[in-house]
């Protein structure tokens, strides 16, 4: 079993940056992939990005292409989300899950952490 704790969320304004965490506990977490989603209000989760712990290869879709870095700590079992120029649109609850490979459907991610809330203001 995996556990997933996310820190780093908060209130910035548009242009700002923050940087997520993603702190996993207990279970082989090597093994796993890890991805970043996040849940506006009134709208479907939706796929940020992905890490393999294997390579480290990563993937974005294009709505964070170039704005967000998805990276990892082998040594602290963690996983970060850098996020540069922020916009209004990226608020969101950002989960992070840990799924068997890098995959961007969230219904192939068997373990979720509880969110972090960010906020951007105009």
């Known amino acids: 079993q995996v556990q997933l704790v996310e820190s780093g969320g908060g209130l910035v304004q548009a242009g700002d940056s923050l940087r997520l965490s993603c702190a996993a506990s207990?279970?082989?977490?090597?093994?796993?992939?890890v991805g970043w989603f996040r849940q506006a209000p009134g709208k479907e989760r939706e796929f940020v990005a992905a890490?393999?712990?294997?390579?480290?290869?990563?993937h974005y879709p294009e709505y964070v292409k170039g704005r967000f870095t998805i990276s990892r700590h082998n040594a602290k079992n963690t996983v970060y989300l850098q996020m540069n120029s922020l916009k209004p649109e990226d608020t969101a609850v950002y989960y992070c899950?840990?799924?068997?490979?890098?995959?961007?459907?969230?219904?192939?991610?068997?373990?979720w952490g509880q969110g972090t809330q960010v906020t951007v203001s105009s």
């Open positions: 899950a840990a799924a068997r490979s890098m995959v961007v459907r969230d219904s192939e991610y068997d373990y």
């Open positions: 207990g279970g082989t977490f090597r093994r796993y992939a």
């Open positions: 890490i393999n712990w294997s390579d480290a290869s990563t």
